[in-house]
């Protein structure tokens, strides 16, 4: 086996077993570290490919940026962080069964499937193409997403308010801890 | 590459009632947040009449605008684009107007429901002129997420809250099967331009002598990707639950404007850009069709709250408007253009009855629609038109919306899903009747009666002359049609 295909199915591996701890694990601080560890994995998958400013944006973006506003976001939320959470409900055994067959349809079709696959190297200055078109050709789309991202915004805030004035507001409850969580706090309080 | 200001310009013109209606949107959120630091705030009914008067400068900017298109190709201004963004634009228009007394009942945030309101506009009128994936598919999101966000207005209401949350997971679910098909694509053929699709797989075709099933696989996802945002069964299951919690107006929107805007991406995306490998996807379209149909009309029976059986009358109305999709032609793109047209009128014309019950009676329970002739005869008589319009009852323009769809289906051989529309129209008759019936009858029941805010009267109005003219007048709503069709085959 060459380095590449080592390399290959090392990140593979890497991002496949982060992102199954990402659905199962039971506390969301583990979830939120391993979805980064998922990211920077495709992170190298984009180098592999010569994509580098991909490589670049998805470490910035995604890695950097992200990730620690998820993070952010759990440590301010009172008592998110060592609450146990349930990720499957009593329909896991159908749900398996259903994107299981749907794993295996799709990897069926793409396996019998030719793809044009070049085998140039990438260009010098893929980065200054990409830019140039996303000002010309593609200035349209990316401009776009900004309006979708100040939509977006306007949206959360107006969700996420609390509001105060009127009837149609809710009062702040204090969420109930769980069962085992009352009796451990109990106990080391005792 | 040398700045060429002529092109920049033909590349703006093209566009410009979108980001005007985009700053519209901005000037009104913008215009809430400064009044309520002043006092009482801006009332609803001013917010709405400036929200009117920038939808209305829109859509005449829209009819004026010369056909042409920009940047590279992949935004187009042609008859189909017009066509649908003033059918967007309507529909925001008739959302406007009745959303005034939902809306001032909900005291907080009313100026940025209207700016959000035009937001998913903007999305939606670049949705019908997208000729690039890409583009689309982000015009898609723009619009469904401020539809979230909407959705989940009334935040208090457990069932709105609900419908915004379910909204949310089904909605990314659905961008995420209908990326995965675009991606598929990509790696196919090796572009997002539709023109591009559409000669890389005319090579794929001749490479090999047949499709290779990655495309069936592509096409599958996309046609998934699609029946989400269309609320087609089997992918459904979010509508009835959106549309009973979400606010009216919005309800209404969601079902006419956002429908309305992803049939003509629907038109686009599959009768040019995968026109030659029909023969991998009509079948399955009209099998959608058919469950759209079935699936619809059987549940709304058993309804009992008046917008969840609009709902699923929706979901097997957009299975009607498939029916044309078997043709894939000119006239199966007429028929389905049509029908969209008659059914902007139609649903929104109930939505719009249904709003104005509720404003009066708080309920939207069928059974409290008992002898509402009584005591209010104008809600009774317009919600009668609209409901025999779905149904399909001549002179109303969905008699010859249905008439249409089914015409272009049997001229290419699809006489089973003929049947099945048939049969389906059937028992929806028996559905719409059956409001229709608990509406005038008993006549023993003279309660208090009650009228109609005048701006609800209009909207009604708008949209009863709307339905009558469609169905007596077709002519020249089928030259509109017809045009907008002719520009998705310009060789025919």
Known sequence: ?190 | MPFDIVQFYADWQTILPECFLLVWACIVTMAAVFSRNSGEGTSTGTYAIWTLIGVLVTAVWVALTPDGTAFGGTFVFDRLAVLFKEIVLGGVLLTVISSIGPVDRMKLHRGEFFGLLLFSAVGMMLMVSATELLLLYIAIELSTVTLFVLAAYRKANRKSAEAGLKYVILGGISSAVLLYGVALLYGMTGSTELAGIRNGIGDLFMASGSFPPGLTMALLLLLAGFGFKLALAPFHMWAPDVYEGAPTPITAYLSVASKAAAVAAFLRVFFVGLESSQTLWVQAVAVLAALAMIVGNVTAIVQSNIKRMLAYSSVAQIGYILVGAVAVNTWGATSMTYYAMAYLFANMGAFICVIAFSNRMGSDEIDDYAALSRRSPTIAVFFSIFLLSLAGIPPTAGFLAKYYVFLAAINNGYLWLVIVGLLTSVIALYYYATVIRKMFFPLDQPEGGFPVSLPLTIALSISCLGVLLLGVFPGPFVDLAQAAAAMLMPGM
């Open chain 1, 1 to 190: 086996m060459d380095t590449f295909s080592l390399a290959f199915f090392v990140l593979a591996f890497l991002i496949v077993a982060s992102a199954i701890f990402v659905v199962s694990s039971k506390n969301i601080f583990h979830s939120a570290i391993f979805l980064i560890l998922a990211l920077s994995g495709v992170a190298g998958l984009f180098v592999m490919l010569h994509a580098y400013f991909l490589a670049a944006a998805q470490v910035l973006i995604y890695v950097g940026a992200i990730s620690v506003l998820m993070i952010f976001a759990v440590m301010l939320t009172s008592r998110i962080a060592d609450k146990e959470i349930r990720h499957t409900n009593e329909q896991v055994g159908i749900g398996l069964l259903i994107s299981g067959g749907l794993l295996a349809v799709i990897l069926y079709s793409l396996y019998n499937t030719p793809f044009t696959i070049s085998d140039q190297p990438i260009a010098e200055g893929a980065g200054m193409t990409l830019g140039r078109l996303l000002l010309t050709k593609f200035v349209l789309p990316f401009e776009v997403v900004s309006v979708l991202l100040l939509a977006a915004l306007i949206g959360a805030i107006i969700i996420a308010r609390r509001d105060t004035k009127t009837g149609d507001s809710v009062p702040p409850r204090p969420i109930p801890l769980p069962k085992s969580l009352q009796q451990a706090k109990g106990e080391s309080e005792s």
